[in-house]
């Protein structure tokens, strides 16, 4: 975002009238007004933009001057989703919609100014506010002020990314007083970590880590790890996902959800261990709701099947005995609770993948 101040050098030294000067106080923040066109480089020698007025949308003002948000009537498309649409069903006064240009400040003399319109209505003005605050961070200079700005609250959403001490986070539920986040951690996990893709959904089994897209910008979060903040520390709004990219992230999570929903997995033993339970040998592989699970070594092949066990540790313990033969048809086979075999399998079918090479 720049501030455009072309020094007015043609209309400076034009006399400013008295109902000029009346639109000028009676203009406020949020407020649509008419003015002669601002350039950000002019050529002295075509005075025709003289001529020319459009609308603009005042984000601040001083003693002589309002500094405005350009309106156009078609969205630049290089700027993504920055540029907000002011619809022209909710006001009567609009003749069509306009996208508010989000990349420059103009600063508008009092003598540039032709007539008020209308003000803009309290949700308008949140949306734009929310552009203003990832905008205003690229402002450059002098001009990279907190007085830019809208009289409205900063509303944060699900899908946001916030800048809390130094660390981004995403923003996946939002209450009355606090903020349900994920910690954003840089695409450059993707060399620390060994991802997988489930349908669309990218993610690490081991580690909990999956990808999300914010904008068009990559990122993974520890999806089991959510952190709550209080909504009054301060915070930067950085950036914020498209509905389309809300949209991927909250099936992705819901996904990871149900993969181990119901479960709460723990390993009580070490994996691997071999109970001698009437004569079978079980080797335990994981503990979930208070239940044990293991396989029959002998019948693994034939009957890749898991078994259950109220208290396995009334039995005794034999020997140690993984292969990676155990896990795999558990695996093919996709038996229940399968998330936790999932995770198993590919663990140590990463480990013995180590060893072959």
Same mark, same amino acid.
């Given at each position: 975002?720049?501030?455009?101040?072309?020094?007015?050098i *043609? =209309?400076?030294?034009?006399?400013? %009238? #008295?109902?000029?000067?009346? +639109?000028?106080?009676?203009?406020?923040? @949020? &407020?649509?007004?008419l003015?002669?066109?601002?350039?950000?480089?002019?050529?002295?020698?075509?005075?025709?933009?003289?001529?020319q007025?459009?609308?603009?949308l005042?984000?601040?003002?001083?003693l002589?001057?309002?500094?405005?948000?350009?309106?156009?009537?078609?969205?630049?498309?290089?700027?993504?989703?920055?540029?907000?649409?002011?619809?022209?069903?909710k006001?009567?006064?609009?003749?069509?919609?306009?996208?508010?240009?989000?990349?420059?400040v103009y600063?508008?003399?009092?003598?540039?100014?032709?007539?008020?319109?209308?003000s803009?209505?309290?949700?308008d003005?949140?949306q734009i506010?929310?552009?203003?605050?990832?905008?205003k961070?690229k *402002? =450059?200079g002098?001009?990279?002020? %907190? #007085?830019f700005d809208?009289d +409205?609250?900063?509303e944060?959403f699900? @899908? &946001?990314?916030?800048?809390?001490?130094?660390f981004?986070?995403?923003?996946?539920?939002?209450?009355?007083?606090?903020?349900?986040?994920?910690?954003?951690?840089?695409?450059?996990?993707?060399?620390?970590?060994?991802?997988?893709?489930?349908?669309k959904?990218?993610?690490?089994?081991?580690?909990?880590?999956?990808?999300?897209?914010?904008?068009?910008?990559?990122?993974?979060?520890?999806?089991?790890?959510?952190?709550?903040?209080?909504?009054?520390?301060?915070?930067?709004?950085?950036?914020?996902?498209?509905?389309?990219?809300?949209?991927?992230?909250?099936?992705?999570?819901?996904?990871?959800?149900e993969?181990?929903?119901?479960?709460?997995?723990?390993?009580k033993?070490?994996i691997?261990?071999?109970?001698?339970?009437?004569?079978?040998?079980?080797?335990?592989l994981?503990s979930?709701?208070?239940?044990?699970?293991?396989?029959?070594?002998?019948?693994?092949?034939?009957?890749?099947?898991?078994?259950?066990?109220?208290?396995?540790a009334?039995f005794?313990i034999?020997?140690?005995?993984?292969?990676?033969?155990?896990?795999?048809?558990?695996?093919?086979?996709?038996?229940?609770?399968?998330a936790?075999?999932?995770?198993?399998?590919?663990?140590?079918?990463?480990?013995?993948?180590?060893?072959?090479?």
């Amino acid at each position: 975002m720049k501030v455009v101040d072309n020094l007015n050098i *043609i =209309s400076k030294n034009l006399k400013i %009238t #008295k109902k000029q000067k009346n +639109v000028f106080k009676s203009l406020k923040r @949020g &407020d649509i007004f008419l003015a002669k066109n601002q350039y950000f480089r002019v050529d002295f020698k075509n005075v025709s933009f003289a001529k020319q007025y459009i609308n603009y949308l005042v984000i601040y003002k001083d003693l002589n001057n309002i500094y405005a948000l350009k309106l156009s009537d078609n969205k630049d498309s290089e700027t993504n989703n920055m540029d907000y649409c002011i619809k022209t069903n909710k006001y009567k006064e609009m003749d069509r919609d306009y996208f508010v240009d989000m990349d420059e400040v103009y600063k508008i003399p009092i003598c540039d100014i032709a007539a008020k319109k209308f003000s803009i209505d309290i949700e308008d003005q949140k949306q734009i506010k929310r552009r203003l605050s990832i905008c205003k961070e690229k *402002i =450059s200079g002098p001009y990279n002020d %907190t #007085k830019f700005d809208l009289d +409205v609250p900063l509303e944060i959403f699900p @899908g &946001d990314v916030i800048l809390v001490n130094n660390f981004k986070y995403l923003v996946y539920f939002v209450t009355l007083h606090t903020l349900a986040c994920f910690k954003l951690l840089e695409h450059d996990y993707n060399k620390k970590y060994k991802l997988s893709v489930n349908g669309k959904c990218v993610f690490d089994r081991i580690n909990d880590i999956m990808q999300v897209i914010v904008d068009g910008n990559q990122y993974y979060i520890e999806y089991k790890k959510v952190r709550y903040f209080n909504k009054i520390p301060k915070f930067s709004l950085l950036e914020f996902a498209t509905k389309e990219e809300i949209e991927v992230i909250e099936r992705n999570l819901i996904h990871q959800k149900e993969r181990l929903d119901g479960l709460n997995v723990e390993n009580k033993y070490d994996i691997g261990t071999v109970f001698d339970i009437d004569g079978e040998r079980i080797v335990y592989l994981f503990s979930a709701n208070g239940k044990d699970y293991g396989i029959d070594i002998k019948k693994f092949k034939e009957n890749p099947s898991l078994r259950e066990f109220c208290e396995i540790a009334n039995f005794d313990i034999i020997d140690e005995d993984f292969k990676k033969e155990y896990i795999e048809n558990l695996f093919k086979s996709k038996v229940e609770p399968f998330a936790p075999i999932e995770d198993i399998y590919v663990k140590y079918n990463d480990w013995y993948r180590h060893f072959d090479e």
